[in-house]
């Protein structure tokens, strides 16, 4: 086994549905994201729901903060979550904040890396205390699978003896998943793949099996 997460991407505007989605791969996924779509669309409550019906999942509010990174972080935490998520475009102050309340609740903040990142941005953003970095796939055709895959390997040298985690996410499934195969990364952040399956939970165990036959 690989020992890569499966993180469920709940990017859904009705909260009834995404706890239906949910709690039908629970058994399956590692991380529940209470995705951007859901946190827009009915605030933290979904974060406040979510954690109230599966209090032992790891809970990512993914609400991409961009600025006031200390404020914004502590509103997710007090609504249950574990982890955060900021924008690399707000700045190193905007990480560092976020990072100082997330050690207050004993969480952690992933940090959205975006295009053109340089070494030295790792480096700042590794020793600000950034958890987990993200790499996200946006037209997700075969130039930027190449480019991303380039992106794993030196975000891995990058990293390797460090405990940040790598996630890769953007329109992922069991097919756009095997083109990584051999990449070095952690979590794999699924979808509509699983929300929108007439069967979630059959679905997410197929997508643990190609990450758990990767290398």
């Known amino acids: 086994m690989s020992g890569k997460l499966l993180q469920l991407a709940l990017d859904i505007d009705d909260t009834a549905v995404a706890l239906k989605a949910a709690a039908a791969a629970a058994d399956v996924v590692d991380i529940i994201e209470d995705g951007t779509v859901l946190c827009l669309a009915k605030g933290l409550e979904s974060a406040r729901e979510l954690r109230a019906v599966f209090p032992d999942k790891d809970l990512l509010t ?15 935490f007090e609504a249950g979550a574990d982890r955060v998520s900021v924008v690399g475009e707000s700045g190193l102050g ?23 990142w340089a070494d030295e941005d790792i480096r700042e953003f590794v020793n600000a205390g950034v958890q987990v970095l993200i790499v996200h796939r946006n037209r997700c055709d075969e130039a930027e699978n190449k480019a991303v895959r380039e992106q794993l390997q030196r975000l891995h040298s990058l990293v390797d003896g460090t405990s940040v985690k790598v996630t890769l996410a953007g329109g992922l499934n069991r097919e756009t998943l095997r083109l990584f195969d051999g990449c070095p990364f952690d979590v794999a952040v699924v ?3 699983i929300t929108k399956a007439a069967d979630p939970l059959a679905v997410a165990r197929e997508i643990r099996d190609v990450l758990d036959s990767m290398s």
């Not at 905007?94 to 053109?116: H, I, K, M, R, T």
């Open 62 to 76: 993914d609400i991409r903060i961009a600025r006031a990174g200390g404020k914004f972080a502590r509103m997710c």
């Open 94 to 116: 905007v990480v560092l904040s976020a990072c100082n309340v997330a050690d207050e609740f004993g969480g952690g903040v992933e940090v959205e890396l975006y295009e053109g």
């Open 191 to 193: 979808g509509s793949a």
